[in-house]
């Protein structure tokens, strides 16, 4: 069964957790669940009380965060295709996604940050389906907000502006780092004057995905499953 949803503060459950075990899965007081407040938090805990809903807390399990923090920013594209890419990374285990805007965005960010509590759920949903304990952050920010930290590997997709040679994606040599930030440009592109600065101002490394152009929900899903991946090797 996958984990019920703790509010970090209180260690209550969720509201639509509470009804989902009474009134979906029928349990009852005396009955045993595990809950995670996405901070790497397992609790067990035994249901008290249903009406109103209560549990006390029996154990807590802390599991350790991932050695690499991986951030996949996502240049603004339809909502749809943005709630995609949140869902499969949320599953896929990337810890924070941010949506920005380039110069060949598809939408403006003031138009998506009214999406902002949408995109919260469905992470939510996705931490609980695929059992995550930590919760991935989201951030809608413009590209001068965004805060890079010394020492992390930057990488960016192959374009015809590339001037070296690129390297497959699992050919990266990812174990000496602390952090990951993989940028996805829209369907139109980057510009040249943005990936230059991109590359000359925060050494983002041209990589290659895969043989094959990708539209860019494909190309953040699998670029974020192959760092993953080589991330926990």
Known sequence: MS???????????????????IKVLRMKI??????????????????????PFGIDILSNTHLESPKIRIRVIISAIKIPLLELII???TEIGIDEIIITHT????????NIIPKWERFKTIILTACKQSERVYFPE??????SEIVYSSDSLNIIGNTQYTIRDTIPIT???IQEVSSINLFIGPEGGFSEQEYTRLIENHQYIP??????????ETAAIVGGGIIKMLSTV
Not at 103 to 110: M, P
């Open 3 to 21: 984990y019920f949803l703790l509010e970090e503060n209180t260690k209550t459950l969720l509201p639509d957790e509470a009804h989902h075990i």
């Open 30 to 51: 005396g009955d045993i669940i595990e809950a995670t407040d996405g901070q790497g938090n397992v609790y067990k805990g035994q249901i008290s009380s249903t009406e």
């Open 87 to 89: 869902q499969k990374l």
């Open 103 to 110: 110069d060949f965005s598809q939408i403006s960010l003031k």
């Open 138 to 143: 989201i951030r809608i920010q413009s590209l």
């Open 171 to 173: 050919h990266l040599n």
């Open 207 to 216: 990589i290659q995905l895969t043989p094959h152009i990708l539209r860019s």
